[in-house]
């Protein structure tokens, strides 16, 4: 297949409420959404970066470059034969693996949709529905966080994630446990401790969480597996786990317990299918996070949340907990079982209002005929 067409948006769409983690606070997607043309088949994609590099190194505007000036042209010079083509194609590029994410998806969507197959069966799914629950960014005291959390149990999330940091840790998750005894609880720092942290993280241990999530640097695998054995508490990658490689170290180094997958932060469904494999492999489970994403990015996380190896619940909440209003036709709702359906039409399964699309786009770019 060769790419005959590919048109970017810059959006800002903004969120419900402001979300607070241990570094920063997103107010709105900043994604740069995707759009291809190949075969008479149009295909949508989303990289879904953020208005500042404080998750990892990549933003809005790095990722605008980087695609327009490396990657769109390496993708319009392949003749594809598979998706799986397409991470080789950038190999030369380094990192940026977000901005290489938002166009991977898009060509894993057209050839799913020349198939006639949904991604999620395209990708080796075999659930059709899958658990979810909600990331609850940092609060401003634990009376609201309480009716914040209590809002979404309301709501039927089975599942909540809480945001740490220093000073807003031991704390919070305590007063969430003890109002819900019997509730799904995790906790995510955003890599904001240090190793010396570790029995300030260890009383953590006394609430029987599903699992802490990245405490340590963003870029650390050899801390985490100091830590690991200090912890009662399985030990989670999100941030240190950016390619296939990385999952291999972080397995024989014994540096979690579980991996947090997010395809765009690993630069595409390939790799983080190659990781969901290598994982159920060392019988390590995996679970699907999330960067926010409009519907578009939320339906590639669906299909991918399908594969067998994701045990966990998710980070993909249905698109009202994110958005008023969002840039698809269909968003997803939640189910009375805490899960949302995997689409079975074809591709993965978004339908985008272009109208409102157009009005969230705070600018546009295109290459090809
Ligand atoms: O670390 O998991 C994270 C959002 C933006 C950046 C990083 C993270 C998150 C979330 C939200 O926790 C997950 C979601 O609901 O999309
Ligand atoms: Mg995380």
């Known amino acids: 297949m060769r790419i005959e067409r590919i048109e970017l948006r810059k959006i800002h769409l903004p969120y419900v409420a402001m979300f607070e ?8 997607s900043h994604a740069i959404i995707v759009r291809m043309e190949a075969e008479g088949i149009v295909a949508w994609g989303e990289a879904p970066t953020g208005e500042s590099p404080f998750y990892n190194e990549e933003n809005q505007k790095t990722a605008w470059v980087i695609m327009q000036d490396y990657l769109a042209p390496m993708l319009m010079a392949a003749d594809l034969a598979s998706p799986w083509d397409v991470t080789p194609a950038f190999s030369r590029v380094r990192g940026n693996r977000m901005a290489k994410a938002g166009l991977e998806f898009t060509v894993w969507d057209l050839f799913a949709r020349r198939a006639g197959r949904s991604l999620a069966d395209l990708l080796g799914g075999v659930r059709d529905r899958v ?53 799904r609880l995790q906790v995510d720092a955003n890599s904001i401790y240090r190793l010396e942290d570790a029995a300030h993280l260890a009383e953590l241990d006394a609430f029987d969480l599903l699992l802490i999530e990245q405490p340590l640097a963003h870029d650390d695998i050899f801390d985490h597996a100091k830590l690991k054995p200090l912890l009662k508490s399985p030990l989670c990658l999100d941030e240190s786990i950016v390619s296939p490689d990385h999952a291999r170290w972080a397995i024989e180094m014994n540096a979690c317990d579980i991996i947090n997958i997010k395809p765009s932060r690993i630069g595409g469904l390939g790799d983080a299918k190659r990781i969901h494999d290598m994982a159920q492999a060392a019988g390590m489970p995996v679970w699907h996070g999330g960067m926010l994403e409009t519907g578009i990015g939320r339906a590639v996380n669906v299909a991918l949340a399908s594969l067998p190896n994701f045990t966990l619940p998710g980070d993909i909440s249905a698109n009202d907990r994110y958005f008023e209003r969002d840039i698809v036709k269909n968003p997803f709702t939640l189910n009375s079982d805490s899960t949302l359906t995997v689409p079975t039409g074809v591709g993965h399964g978004a339908v985008v209002d272009e109208d409102y699309l157009d009005d969230v786009t705070i600018e546009r770019w295109e290459v090809g005929a």
């Open 21 to 28: 983690t241990s570094g920063w606070r997103e107010t709105g």
């Open 131 to 183: 658990e979810v629950g909600v990331s609850v960014g940092i609060q401003k005291d634990i009376p609201t966080l309480l009716k914040v959390v209590g809002g979404y149990l309301d709501e039927g999330y089975a599942r909540i994630k809480l945001k740490i940091k220093p000073g807003w840790d031991v704390e919070p998750t305590r007063a969430v446990r003890e109002t819900w005894p019997d509730l």
